[in-house]
């Protein structure tokens, strides 16, 4: 008569819940969810990939220097260093003269069909001086020293002349300002791409260049300017 209160004590502790019965995609979203977790992703991530990559190639070298003997392990570094080099020097050396080449192309044209003269443009400069406006001033300055270097045949009146030709042709006559010219005429490039925002000071140093040019005698013209044929000829 004591087994029957022991068997009631049995079954009161199991659980009273109804079993989950979920559906198929219930399942398999389920099943999905739990194999995202991290404790079951065992694939190495790139970093560690890199790494071990780094690991192997170490243990190759090290393996080979050793079946090779000591001095192969600094032998293989300097290839390594000079195969780097000449990589460099093949990839950067056209690159570079290619930006030389574009930097020469590139430079402004001075006057672009401005057909004021040179008392105008110096007017226009020092107005846009007055007013504050320093990058118009060094522009508009430096075209009057084109400007007045044509009035004065010291430069061949033409459409489409750069900054550079300019100062470059100018300089055959004007040596002693071949400097100068040329410093204006990067001023004047960097002004053009907005690569600097010029300021008194250099208005000021243009300003005097343009009075030291106009004061300066030009040297016997020669038939063909160096400068102006090589334009002519582009």
């Known amino acids: 008569m004591t087994a029957a209160p022991a068997a009631g004590a049995r079954l009161a502790i199991l659980p009273r819940e109804v ?17 995202a977790k991290v404790i079951y992703n065992d694939q190495p991530s790139l970093w560690d990939r890199f790494l071990r990559w780094l690991g192997d190639l170490w243990e190759a070298i090290t393996s080979a220097n050793t079946a090779l003997g ?5 032998l ?7 195969v780097i080099v000449a990589v460099v020097l093949l990839v950067g050396g056209p690159v570079r003269r290619r930006r030389l080449r574009s930097a020469e192309r590139t430079s402004f ?9 040179a008392r105008a443009l110096r007017a226009a400069a ?14 508009e300055r430096f075209r009057a020293i084109v400007r007045s270097l044509d009035e004065r045949t010291i430069l061949e009146d033409r459409l489409g002349r ?24 990067d001023l004047f490039d960097e002004v053009c791409y907005g690569h600097i925002e010029p300021t008194a000071r250099e208005d000021t140093w243009l300003r005097e260049v343009d009075r030291t040019v106009a004061a300066t005698r030009p040297t016997r013209a020669s038939a063909t300017g ?9």
């Open 19 to 35: 079993p989950l019965d979920p559906s198929a995609d219930e399942a398999r979203d389920w099943a999905e969810a739990e194999l």
């Open 70 to 74: 000591p001095i192969f392990l600094p």
């Open 76 to 82: 293989l570094i300097l290839l390594i260093i000079g």
């Open 109 to 117: 044209d001075v006057l672009d069909g401005d057909v004021r003269d």
């Open 126 to 139: 020092d107005a846009a001086a007055a007013a504050g406006d320093h990058a118009l001033a060094v522009l």
């Open 162 to 185: 750069t900054a550079r030709e300019a100062a470059a042709a100018a300089s055959e006559r004007l040596p002693s300002c071949s400097d100068d010219l040329h410093r204006a005429a």
């Open 226 to 234: 160096p400068a102006d044929a090589w334009a002519a000829a582009r």
